[in-house]
Structures are given as structure tokens and as C-alpha cells.
T-cell receptor
């Protein structure tokens, strides 16, 4: 089946530094990937839609300068949390749907990245 | 806009008992609905999906869900709970056009008591 690989699975960084999270579709092409954020014991909130070859589309309230998204290829999207602060600590999850699948197909999810900013 | 509402943030059942997790949808057009499961500190795993082919959908791990248009519901059930079913369950809906993200309910945490 389709696999989405996310790296790292957890990261601890100091306040003010930047952290990059990678999301790869291992066995399929994904022109579009989706980044979600999940706070403890809460649901997934869509942060942005990552598009290969074009700018990402951010949801209302998400700072595009803080959460930089680069969709470098058909199998790789990265999320960089710039100048991280403790309030950015969260669980970040990427997801994708195979390009060749229909729009009603399910999303495949990475295993998430636990970010802790100290 | 499509949305889903999950009734009950926490459900607790005894091992071997029926599992019922509720999900109601709001959509102006026939929706595509999904149930996902999440174990601690992990991503989401698809349990089953409804895409209008059949109203009763069977998924993995013995779960199934029935789409009821008259009740705008898509409840998740399992006849007999197992300890390994303890997890967070999310109902989700997608738009019926384009490569768009899923919109998730708030989730229901299932506890299974021995």
C-alpha cells in the first residue's frame, strides 16, 4: 500500500532555532500534500496545502513566514518551523493522496513529528 | 461546507462488548466519509471509507460503519471490543471534487476495560 514517511519522528529544539520536517511519499507520486497540526488530546487542524512547483496554500490564521513549506519534488514536501517558540510545540502530521487516485480516495498519513521547543 | 460531528469525546467499554462510536455529517452534497484510528504518538490509519458504493462498509480489524442518509450519520461499530482497540478514533469528510484535504471531527477516545 501507499506509504508516507515523515522524519524526524520527534525533535527537541531551543527557542529561536528552526526545525525542518520532511514528508516523503515512498511508492507514489503526490503533487499535493497536506500538513496538519495536532494539539494534545485534540483533533487535526489543517495548516496548509503543499503543491509541487508552486506556493503552498495556508489556512486562515497560519503564519506562512513561520511555517515555511517547500514541495521540492513529486515525492517530497518539507515544513520548516522558523524561529520556534514554546507555543509551536505540537504534533505535526503530513498526508498525501496518490496522484493517480480519485479525489474520494483516502489520505495516507505519515507517523507524525513531535516537536518540543524549550 | 462539509463537516462532521463526533458525539462523545470518550467512550469506555468492557472487553468483548459492542463498540459504537458516533459520527454525524453535514454536507450539501453526498459526502465521502472516512474513519481513521490513531494510536499514541503515531499517524492515522484508515479503518474504512464510504464512497457511495454501498451503505454498509466493512473495514479492518472487524470494524464496520453504516451510512444513513436519513439520519446524516456514519457510526462506527465493532461487535466485540478487544484491548488492542483502545485508541483515538476520528471521523472525516472530504469534498466531492478536487484533490482536497479531509476535515476531521474532534475525535473519540475509546477505552477498553478488561
Amino acid at each position: 500500500g501507499a506509504v508516507v514517511s515523515q522524519h524526524p519522528s520527534w525533535v527537541i529544539c531551543k527557542s529561536g532555532t528552526s526545525v525542518k520536517i520532511e514528508c516523503r511519499s515512498l511508492d507514489f507520486q503526490a503533487t499535493t500534500m497536506f500538513w496538519y497540526r495536532q494539539f494534545p488530546k485534540q483533533s487535526l487542524m489543517l495548516m496548509a496545502t503543499s503543491n509541487e512547483g508552486s506556493k503552498a496554500t495556508y489556512e486562515q490564521g497560519v503564519e506562512k513566514d513561520k511555517f515555511l513549506i517547500n514541495h521540492a519534488s513529486l515525492t517530497l514536501s518539507t515544513l520548516t518551523v522558523t524561529s520556534a517558540h514554546p507555543e509551536d510545540s505540537s504534533f505535526y502530521i503530513c498526508s498525501a493522496r496518490e496522484d493517480r487516485s480519485s479525489y474520494n480516495s483516502p489520505l495516507h498519513f505519515g507517523n507524525g513529528t513531535r516537536l518540543t521547543v524549550t | 461546507a462539509q463537516s462532521v460531528t463526533q458525539l462523545g469525546s470518550h467512550v469506555s467499554v468492557s472487553e468483548g462488548a459492542l463498540v459504537l462510536l458516533r459520527c454525524n455529517y453535514s454536507s450539501s452534497v453526498p459526502p465521502y466519509l472516512f474513519w481513521y484510528v490513531q494510536y499514541p504518538n503515531q499517524g492515522l490509519q484508515l479503518l474504512l471509507k464510504y464512497t457511495s458504493a454501498a451503505t454498509l462498509v466493512k473495514g479492518i480489524n472487524g470494524f464496520e460503519a453504516e451510512f444513513k442518509k436519513s439520519e446524516t450519520s456514519f457510526h462506527l461499530t465493532k461487535p466485540s471490543a478487544h484491548m488492542s482497540d483502545a485508541a483515538e478514533y476520528f471521523c472525516a469528510v472530504s469534498r466531492n471534487s478536487g484533490n482536497t484535504p479531509l476535515v476531521f471531527g474532534k475525535g473519540t477516545r475509546l477505552s477498553v476495560i478488561a
